[in-house]
């Protein structure tokens, strides 16, 4: 099965942006259904975007017109774009993949380890 490491998080300012990567491995990674989700200290894991296995994407309402997730079917990686990062979106970012849409936003098969977003105000 697919293995998935995350990479690009780290300390920024409120209003600057960080692209966060998720490198994929071990499988089709063309076929799968990918998301971001994120969780802050004290808080529950939340669904952030997904894409799916032929591009179509969905983004959370509270990153809409900010976050952009896409996919790199021959680099095996999936992509976050956050610009206009917020205090509020400090969290721990993780990828998630699974063989469908339906099963990446609900039960995810694969998840990386995580990469901390730290933004300050």
């Known amino acids: 099965q697919v293995q998935l490491v995350e990479s690009g998080g780290g300390l920024v300012q409120a209003g600057e942006s960080l692209r966060l990567s998720c490198a994929a491995s071990g499988s089709a990674f063309s076929t799968n259904a990918m998301a971001w989700y994120r969780q802050a200290p004290g808080k529950q894991r939340e669904l952030v975007a997904s894409i799916s296995s032929s591009g179509t994407t969905k983004h959370a309402d509270s990153v809409k017109g900010r976050f952009t997730i896409s996919r790199d079917n021959a680099k095996n990686t999936v992509y976050l774009q956050m610009n206009s990062l917020k205090p509020e979106d400090t969290a721990v970012y993780y990828c998630?993949?699974?063989?469908?849409?339906?099963?990446?936003?609900?039960?995810?098969?694969?998840w990386g380890q995580g990469t901390l977003v730290t933004v300050s105000s």
């Open positions: 998630a993949a699974a063989r469908n849409i339906i099963v990446v936003l609900s039960t995810p098969e694969v």
